[in-house]
């Protein structure tokens, strides 16, 4: 293969896994080689309750370390079902505000959890008509919404994550693609289901994870085939975001947790399988 990279892919990652201060977000990821930096949460604080004042202080430090935000990574949809739409919506307003202020494009979102004895079938179409309002908000707002794959929530496995794009068919709607966490539903992620759900795959959660266990692994350590589906995003002309999400540490209320050497370690595992695929991360 020649060492002349024809993919370029813009790198991006968690910031909060890092660290909670976001000079220490934004420095580790600028030494790790990313231009980008997904906004989970700023000091302690998740983005669903960032104030403006805290969200015009976020961007001035972004601004002046010269990170642009690849993505909210909002709390949507990582609720019960039964609560009304309207819960959600009001959220979701919030956090386009936010997403406004870091001049973001993107909106990670989930599609609701289920009370135990109901199965997912029960709660189908209540998960529709509240993503479909989501993504009516979405739309009129001029942002997209990214569902990303999450075990427990209704869009777990391939076939129900293509249900709710074909359902809701919004083009404010579309994939975070996450392999580790189809793998801690016992799924082959490109295997059983990348063919299915690459016409809507437009943001790229780096992670993965190994089958036996659940254990969340640097990538290309676990069960993920994150080597194939590299390749097949290369080989289909792929050019969205990159977003490391490593997990590598034991998780906080805020999510997943790594810290600044964890972090980079995943960093350079997924580097290393870019770079073997002939990708080059900026």
Same mark, same amino acid.
């Given at each position: ?15 909060? /896994?890092? *660290? ?8 580790? $990821? ?5 231009? =980008? ?34 993505? !909210? ?6 609720? *019960?079902? &039964? ?8 959220? $979701? ?13 993107? @909106? ?28 009516? $908000? ?5 942002? !997209? $919404? ?31 693609? *996450? ?12 295997? /059983? ?8 795959? /437009?943001?790229?959660?780096?992670? *993965? ?6 254990? !969340?692994?640097?990538?290309? /350590? ?7 589906? @590299? ?15 490593? =997990?590598?540490? &034991?998780? =906080? ?30």
């Amino acid at each position: 293969m020649s060492n002349t990279p024809t993919a370029v892919w813009p790198l991006s990652g968690f910031g909060d /896994e890092i *660290d909670p201060d976001p000079a220490v977000q934004a420095a580790v $990821l600028l030494a790790l080689g990313a231009r =980008h930096i997904e906004v989970r949460s700023a000091w302690g604080t998740n983005v669903s309750e960032l104030e403006p004042e805290q969200v015009a202080r976020l961007r001035g430090i972004l601004d002046e370390k010269g990170l642009r935000v690849s993505a !909210v990574a909002s709390p949507i949809g990582k609720v *019960d079902v &039964s609560l009304p739409v309207e819960h959600e919506l009001e959220r $979701l307003r919030r956090i386009i505000s936010v997403a406004k202020g870091l001049e973001a494009g993107y @909106i990670r979102i989930f599609s609701f959890f289920r009370a135990d004895g109901r199965s997912a079938e029960d709660i189908r179409d209540d998960v529709m008509v509240r993503l479909g309002a989501l993504a009516a $908000l979405a739309e009129k707002s001029g942002v !997209v $919404l990214l569902h990303e794959n999450e075990k427990g929530i209704f869009g777990d496995t391939p076939e129900r994550v293509l249900d709710i794009m074909t359902t809701v068919d919004s083009p404010a709607l579309r994939i975070a693609w *996450d392999n580790a966490n189809f793998v801690q539903v016992g799924v082959k992620p490109f295997t /059983e289901g990348y063919a299915m759900l690459r016409p809507y795959l /437009e943001y790229f959660q780096v992670k *993965d994870a190994v089958a036996a266990t659940g254990e !969340v692994v640097p990538a290309g /350590e676990g069960d993920g085939e994150l080597d194939a589906t @590299i390749a097949a995003l290369k080989a289909d002309g792929f050019s969205g975001f990159a977003s490391l999400e490593p =997990h590598l540490a &034991s998780a =906080h209320e805020l999510g997943g947790f790594s810290g600044p050497a964890a972090f980079g370690t995943a960093a350079r595992a997924f580097a290393a399988l870019a770079a073997k695929n002939g990708v080059e991360l900026y």
